[in-house]
């Protein structure tokens, strides 16, 4: 096999390879959301975030207060939203966990659909 179609084969591969993880991750999303749109889901899911997101606050304030050494009030302030934003980042991977699990199990199992398919392609089971 030459260079050419061996790099048009692999890429063809990693095109199908996408696709199928991509057709997965939706039907994913589907199956969890039952028909239901995402918009509200990601609400309750940012509504179950404000908790982290506030104690990111407090802990970003108190990790930048200035006790011991001199820091400015902006880097106070900045420690406090990276807390906050790092807190609601967290709170919002927690509560959308499920839907994640149901996105990967299914791209990945989708994908694997197509790996098999290809070793199967390059390797003929002879039962003769």
């Given at each position: 096999?030459?260079?050419?179609?061996?790099?048009?084969?692999?890429?063809?591969?990693?095109r199908r390879?996408?696709?199928?993880?991509?057709?997965?991750?939706?039907a994913g999303?589907?199956?969890?959301?039952?028909?239901?749109?995402?918009?509200?889901?990601?609400?309750?899911s940012?509504?179950?975030?404000?908790?982290?997101a506030?104690?990111?606050?407090?802990v970003g304030?108190?990790?930048?207060?200035?006790?011991?050494r001199?820091k400015?009030t902006?880097?106070?302030?900045?420690?406090?939203?990276?807390?906050?934003?790092?807190?609601?980042?967290?709170?919002?991977?927690?509560?959308s966990?499920?839907?994640g699990?149901?996105?990967?199990?299914?791209?990945?199992?989708?994908?694997?659909?197509v790996?098999?398919?290809?070793?199967?392609?390059?390797?003929?089971?002879?039962?003769?």
């Amino acid at each position: 096999m030459d260079v050419g179609k061996w790099v048009k084969s692999n890429v063809d591969y990693g095109r199908r390879l996408v696709d199928s993880g991509i057709d997965g991750a939706r039907a994913g999303q589907e199956e969890f959301l039952n028909g239901q749109p995402l918009t509200p889901f990601l609400g309750e899911s940012v509504k179950g975030a404000l908790l982290p997101a506030a104690i990111g606050v407090c802990v970003g304030v108190l990790a930048g207060y200035p006790i011991w050494r001199k820091k400015s009030t902006s880097l106070t302030l900045a420690y406090g939203l990276l807390g906050g934003a790092i807190g609601l980042t967290t709170g919002m991977a927690w509560k959308s966990r499920h839907l994640g699990a149901s996105v990967a199990g299914n791209a990945l199992k989708s994908m694997s659909k197509v790996r098999d398919e290809r070793w199967l392609a390059k390797h003929p089971i002879d039962y003769a």
